[in-house]
């Protein structure tokens, strides 16, 4: 059984729309994020909830909005696609720990804009 | 502002030899230290962790951390052309923080 799981596995849209990603993990953690990791492989954090609070909040356009209904789930709301949001989308969850506890990550988002 | 740092290479290494992959970090508020591998078009995979001064050791993975120069490194020993992926650094901070660096790529030549 999928540990983190990210719907959809690829997203090909048109500049300007809108559209969401969903993310849901089944290993009782407390802790979600979002990853950002563009062509050169560089993974950067966007969000971080741990209990469905936000914890981090990176620098990054207010087009993108982060939900947490539950701690078991953290989707992500894109909006007025642009053509830099062209990227691979990583959710991961961890336990909330001061040492150890790694993150575990989903398959990924493939975003492509038009 | 927290930052890691790694060679981006590539780093190519003969099949059986011993592959070094290095990390240094700005931030001594750092808690714990991560090797990820990413094969092309896949997702991060753990493949360890350390937290204290010294060397870790996992089958043929070594992990190294020196908190007083702020450097984590892996080694990789009797390397395998599997073994071909990026390497990404990853720190963890008080508060569940991650910082990843830019990852490191490996080519092992059989």
């Known amino acids: 059984d999928t540990a983190v799981s990210q719907t959809p596995k690829y997203l090909v849209t048109q500049m300007g729309n809108d559209k969401s990603i969903k993310c849901e993990q089944n290993l009782g953690h407390d802790t979600m994020y979002w990853y950002k990791q563009d062509s050169k492989k560089f993974l950067k954090i966007m969000f971080s909830?741990?209990?469905?609070?936000?914890?981090i909040n990176e620098t990054v356009p207010n087009r993108f909005s982060p939900k947490s209904p539950d701690k078991a789930h953290l989707n992500l709301h894109i909006n007025s696609l642009e053509l830099g949001d062209s990227a691979v989308y990583f959710c991961?969850?961890?336990?909330?720990?001061?040492?150890?506890?790694?993150?575990?990550f989903g398959d990924g988002t493939r975003l492509s804009i038009l | 502002q927290k930052e890691v740092e790694q060679n981006s290479g590539p780093l190519s290494v003969p099949e059986g030899a011993i592959a070094s992959l290095n990390c240094t970090y700005s931030?001594?508020?750092?808690?714990?230290f991560f090797w990820y591998r990413q094969y092309s078009g896949k997702s991060p995979e753990l493949i360890m962790f350390i937290y204290s001064n010294g060397d870790k050791e996992d089958g043929r993975f070594t992990a190294q951390l020196n908190k007083a120069s702020q450097y984590v490194s892996l080694l990789i020993r009797d390397s395998q052309p599997s073994d071909s992926a990026t390497y990404l650094c990853a720190v963890k901070y008080t508060g569940n923080q991650f910082y990843f660096g830019t990852g490191t790529s490996l080519t092992v030549i059989p």
């Open positions: 909830y741990n209990n469905k609070e936000l914890i």
């Open positions: 931030d001594r508020g750092s808690q714990s």
């Open positions: 991961a969850s961890s336990h909330f720990s001061n040492t150890g506890q790694p993150q575990h």
